[in-house]
């Protein structure tokens, strides 16, 4: 006997991906020589460990910064991987997730020089947040005022970070580091230009593989 | 035979064997060392000094220095070398992000048997935090007999067995926190090159022999180094009660994080129920 009101839940994949990223994130921080192997670490970066450039998104420098991260990724990013696997869609899910972890690594490395050390999901969340608010814009016509409107407020709040050069009403607490707003203007960024591309242009075979 | 001639004959005998032992235990050897054990205990009648808990200002300021030899030379081990060897030290501690500066400290500021009164005077001189001490010690056999050499290190000795024309070399770096006197880690590398020199060359491949036990030691020190190191790091995130870490707020400056705030937590929560009402 179906039950009407958990049907849609029952008939929802699970977001797999989206579950593994911050299992990972658990893990490194709980063990400390994993985030040491994967940390952004400029001058390991600059040696040649650039996959630090991605698995630093991976890595959290306090207990409250790890909490906030993950429950937002979680969120945020489980209703993405959802609604885009319904969708059939599931190889944009990879590219978006993969994208948004190099581009906040090199928008660092690149435009942070001062930093030696960077961590935190944040950067990949306003990346699955842009990208969940796009989608809904796209498809959904009846909201898609709601869904504009929703993007504009993200869009003056990255503004007035990047004026600012700092985050504003933190959750996460920087107790022991400095915000990085590039990171999450990077990871907006990079879903901004994976929704204005058409699709099978990028990545064609993670897109039919999935 | 009579029995004066017997004892005669005993006697002599017997005075051969002791010159054929005295010659062993009068072995020649090249021995060259600088040892941290000498340098930080020499006086061993002291009662040994009792490490406070150290507390690691970061980003750290790291001093690097050879120890004085106790009067052996150096060896092939000349002063370039030396401080080559000190620059690559140097190198693995550059790039921790909590080292703000090294120091490579000329030999000459170090005295023999300095102990902690001298490391105390580096650390007002150059001020450093913390010193990492580099000692040696390498010997080359050259007689006949299975020998045997001693490293005194400062967790303890090794014993090493030898043969005729063995180099045996070691190069050990020991990283001190001047202030509570107390050792954060070493790293030892050792080598053996086994003897190759004939009558004719024996001096010159002595030489080249001694050249490459400190270049093989100082390799396998370099990996120790690495491993330490971050075994090191390790310790400290797992025993907070051993070493007090403070984080200024330059080194805080340097560390960068993802920092989420309230209004993308809302507007994703909101975001997400509309999302997930409209997924179909």
Redesign the interface.
């Known amino acids: 006997m179906r039950v009407p009101a958990l049907a849609g839940v029952r008939a929802a994949p699970l977001p797999t991906l989206t579950l593994a990223v911050a299992a990972a994130a658990l893990a490194a921080y709980w063990l400390p020589a994993l985030g040491d192997a994967w940390i952004y670490d400029r001058g390991a970066i600059v040696a040649g460990q650039w996959w630090r450039l991605a698995s630093g998104n991976l890595v959290h420098l306090s207990g409250r910064h790890l909490a906030a991260d993950v429950l937002a990724w979680v969120l945020i990013g489980g209703v993405l991987e959802v609604r885009w696997r319904t969708q059939g869609r599931a190889g944009a899910v990879l590219s978006l997730y993969v994208g948004a972890s190099l581009a906040v690594g090199c928008v660092v490395l690149l435009g942070r020089p001062d930093l030696s050390r960077f961590g935190g999901l944040s950067g990949m969340v306003e990346a699955a947040l842009v990208a969940l608010l796009l989608d809904g814009w796209r498809h959904d016509r009846a909201g898609s005022r709601l869904w504009a409107l929703g993007l504009a407020l993200l869009a003056g709040k990255l503004a007035l970070e990047w004026a600012s050069g700092t985050t504003v009403l933190t959750l996460s607490g920087t107790a022991g580091f400095v915000a990085v707003p590039q990171a999450h203007v990077a990871g907006a960024v990079l879903a901004l230009v994976q929704a204005l591309v058409p699709r099978g242009c990028v990545w064609p075979i993670l897109r039919h593989s999935w | 035979m009579s029995m004066l001639s017997l004892r005669t004959a005993a006697a002599a005998l017997a005075l051969v064997l002791l010159a054929a032992l005295g010659g062993c235990n009068t072995m020649r050897e090249h021995h060259s060392a600088a040892s941290v054990v000498d340098y930080l205990y020499p006086d061993k009648d002291k009662p040994m000094v009792t490490p406070g808990t150290p507390v690691l200002n970061l980003p750290l300021r790291v001093g690097i220095a050879f120890v004085p030899g106790a009067g052996y030379g150096g060896g092939a081990l000349t002063e370039t070398r030396k401080q080559a060897l000190l620059q690559q030290v140097a190198d693995h501690f ?4 909590f080292v703000k500066t090294i120091e490579v400290i000329p030999s000459a500021y170090l005295r023999p048997r300095g102990s902690f009164a001298n490391l105390e005077e580096l650390r007002t001189m150059y001020g450093v935090d913390v010193v990492a001490l580099v000692s040696y010690d390498q010997v080359q056999f050259t007689d006949e007999g299975l020998l045997s050499l001693t490293y005194w290190t400062i967790v303890g000795a090794y014993m090493v067995p030898g043969e005729k024309n063995d180099t045996q070399t070691m190069l050990d770096t020991v990283v001190m926190d001047v202030r509570s006197r107390k050792m954060l880690f070493r790293a030892p590398g050792m080598d053996r090159v086994s003897g190759r020199a004939t009558l004719v060359n024996a001096s010159e491949q002595l030489r080249q022999d001694s050249l490459t036990g400190f270049d093989n030691a100082s390799r396998q020190m370099m990996v120790n180094l690495e491993q330490q190191l ?1 075994l090191f ?2 310790k400290v ?2 025993h907070p009660q051993d070493y007090q870490v403070v ?1 200024s707020a330059e080194y ?14 809302v ?6 129920a ?3 009402r ?3």
């Open positions: 550059k790039a921790e992000p971050a790091k390790d995130k797992e984080r805080t400056q340097r560390t960068g994080g993802g920092s989420l705030d309230g209004g993308v937590l507007l994703g929560a909101l975001v997400a509309a999302a997930w409209r997924r179909r």
